[in-house]
Structures are given as C-alpha cells and as structure tokens.
C-alpha cells in the first residue's frame, strides 16, 4: 500500500516529462526547417548578383580510356565552357524549330554551385565595375532571355549525351585528324566552328574571317573567298599537342537546321541552278543510273537532275557517288558523340543564338552574323512549305527512307518528325 501511495503521485510528473521532451524535439525539427528553408530563400534572392562574377571556364576530366600509347590520336576533351545554370528552368521552345518539350530536369547539387555564376563580361574599354559590365550586358540580353538561351543550350547537349549513350555506344573515344576536318578554328576569340553546309555556313565563315583580323565587313566577303580562300583554317591541319589544346580550351560551336528542309535546299542550290561542278561530278553518275533512256545531252551535261533521281541517289546503299557534305548528316559531319559541343544552335532561330555567341565570344558590338544569300539570289529562301512541295513527288517509301537517313540527326537535335511532310 504504502509502495503505491508513492508512484501515484510520480505518475503525472513522468507524463510531463514526456510532453516536454517531444515538443523539444519538435520545436528543433521546427526551427531546422526555417532554416533551410531561409538559406533556400537567400540563394534565390542572390540571383539578381549573376552579372557581376565572371563565369569559370574549368576544363574537365577527358573521358578517353587511360590508355594512350597511339601518337594517331587525339583524347575527346569535355568542354571547358559551362553554360549558368539555374534552379528554375525556363523553357524556350522556338515554334519555327520544331523543337521538342525536353520535359523537366533534375539540378544537382554540383550544379546549384553555378547559381552564382554569370554570363561573361564583354571585352570592352569600360570600367570593371560589376554594375557597369551588368548594363553593358543587360542592353544586349536581359536576365531572363540569358536564362532561356542558356537553358535551351543545357537541354540540347543533354540529349545529344542521351541519344549517343543509347545508339552509339560502339563510338571510340579517341579522336583522329578525320574526325576534326569540318571544324574551323578562329585563335583570336578561342573558337571552333563545325560548318554544316545549309545552315548558314557561308556567314559564319564570313564572321570567323572578321573576328579573326582578316576582314572587317562581312557583307563584302565573297562565296569563293569565304568557301576557297586560305585566311580560315581547319582544325586538322595543326598537330596532335595543337588540336588537343584547342579542344581543351577553346569554345565548340555547331549550326544545325531541319534535316528535310537542309536536303532540299541543297538540292535547289546544286542541281537546280547552273554549277559545273556538282553537274559534272554528281548529275551524270545520278542520271547514267537512275534514268531509264537519258538522253545523251543529259548524260554529257549532268543538268537536270530531278529530285526524285536525287533521292534515289541518296538512300542508295550501292549510290555511285559518295555522300556530299552538303546533304551529309550533321551528325556525321560534326561527330557530336565524340566531341562535347558548348553552342548547339539552330538555323531556325539563328539571329538571336549568333548573336548571344558572338556577345559570349567578346566579339565586337557591332558584328553581328549576315543574313543574305550570295548564290542565286533571285529564288525564294527554302522554307518548310516548300520542302513539302517536293516531298510530294516522291511516294510514300521513298519519303520514309530519307527520314530513316537522318533519324539520328532528329534525334540528335531534338526535331520533331515532320508528319505534314512525311504523310
């Protein structure tokens, strides 16, 4: 009896305890929520600062195999140049492009360290200060077109990364001389340009000329001297130790464009309008195998190779001439599973990502990218209708089998199938 007339009265003081050791508990789990939640807050409220720190151009770990006893090749650097990221994607889907919602993505932790970082300043006479490099650079690009661009840059590599881990996992990651022969180098301004013919190719071979000291208009560089002359070289022409450095240091830049639409404009430029060249070399072998009963005019002169004909050539697997570079897959021209590319543009939105590269390159305020046709100037810029008007004189085989050509490219580049075209 007298045992219980003791714990009685101890009974409501356990309880007590109790109930002030579970709100203590919750009050810490409280108070450990505010504060991630302000420190969360205060990354925010930093973004606004992004213009006034430079951003870090850190060369990464190459990805080629630790064995590296060929002198014959070159190991694929990953790019130096690292886009800001930011925590809350902003899309910019282009509706001439035919660009695909690439859908969410996940921000690392290693990634939300770039929230700091900022656009490049530009190499101008102007004062250092971080307030006048911010409205030097807002007069080009406002925050929130730098954060749009920069984003869509993010997501095009982020694909071209998913499609080669997927469909080109037997790419070797060495790089040869080869790989390297459409990529143009301009020292000046530490860029590499991959020319994909028909996606505004000849300007910016006439900018690279301008940036590099060599021209100071563009408009007044002509087709032969932007295509022929000697002033740009290509990167294969340097040595091992040189297009290792290059592709470690400098900016990687490619154009691309719809791929139906670039094979049709190329068709247009070759083949429809006087060039001795592409008749000699390409018309007669197209005409001689796919022309039932030529004439013999049309087999001396090569002119009037039909795009029926042509597509015929193209998806030929025993084609008697080789592929050219004007209607090559991007993909294979560029080699973007071997070599990490900073700037992915397209032609489709070329005004606004040229000029975003050149503000990013330092390149001269006042150069922007020409934008005129220097080769039968007379007829219309191809667009997608009228890429359409010459898929409709092919049957519906001979439409699906130019796709499957360049379905990588579509993948790769993130271009929706054309079903208007195809279908």
């Known amino acids: 009896m007298l045992g219980m007339k003791w714990r009685m009265p101890l009974d409501p003081q356990c309880g007590r305890r109790r109930r002030i050791h579970w709100l203590f508990l919750f009050l810490l789990l409280f108070s ?114 730098w954060r749009k661009v920069s984003s869509l840059m993010q997501q095009r590599q982020q694909v071209i990364k998913k499609m080669c881990a997927k469909y080109k996992t037997n790419v070797s990651k060495t790089i040869t001389q080869q790989h390297v022969k459409n990529i143009f180098v301009e020292d ?65 830049v490619m154009f691309v464009r719809e791929p139906l639409e670039r094979l049709v404009s190329a068709y247009r430029d070759k083949f429809e309008n006087p060039n001795d060249y592409y008749h000699t070399n390409f018309g007669k072998p197209i005409i001689s195998k796919y022309r039932p009963n030529a004439s013999r005019s049309a087999l001396e002169s090569g002119s009037g190779v039909t795009f029926q004909e042509f597509v015929q050539y193209l998806v030929d697997v025993h084609r008697p001439i080789s592929i050219d570079i004007h209607w090559e897959a991007a993909n294979q021209l560029c080699n973007p599973c071997l070599i990490d590319y900073d700037f992915i543009g397209k032609f489709e939105n070329m005004a606004e990502e040229s000029d975003l590269l050149l503000r990013l390159s330092g390149a001269p305020r006042n150069l922007k990218l020409p934008n005129f046709k220097d080769r039968n100037v007379a007829d219309e810029r191809t667009s997608m209708k009228i890429t359409q008007k010459y898929f409709a004189q092919l049957g519906m085989l001979e439409r699906q089998r130019v796709y499957d050509y360049y379905y990588m490219d579509y993948l790769m580049f993130n271009y929706s199938k054309p079903l208007q075209i195809l279908y």
Request: net charge positive.
């Open 188 to 252: 000046k301004h530490k860029l590499l340009y991959c020319q994909v013919p028909k996606s505004g190719c000849s300007n910016w071979k006439r900018t690279l000329m301008v940036l590099a000291g060599v021209a100071s208009d563009p408009h007044n560089i002509s087709h032969d001297t932007a295509h022929f002359g000697s002033t740009l070289q290509t990167l294969n022409n340097f040595d091992r130790q040189g297009i290792i450095r290059r592709l470690g240091s400098y900016t990687k």
């Open 32 to 145: 450990a929520g505010g504060l991630l939640l302000f420190l969360q807050q205060l990354d925010q409220s930093e973004m606004p600062q992004l213009a006034g720190v430079k951003l870090d151009r850190t060369v990464l770990q190459s990805r080629e195999d630790k064995d590296q006893g060929k002198s014959n090749v070159m190991p694929s650097p990953i790019s130096p140049m690292q886009f800001p990221q930011f925590w809350k994607r902003e899309q910019l889907i282009i509706s001439g492009s035919q660009e695909q919602d690439l859908g969410s993505q996940r921000i690392s932790k290693k990634h939300r360290k770039l929230l700091k970082t900022s656009p490049p300043n530009q190499r101008t006479n102007s004062s250092p200060s971080s307030s006048s490099s911010f409205s030097s650079l807002s007069g080009l690009f406002s925050l929130q077109r």
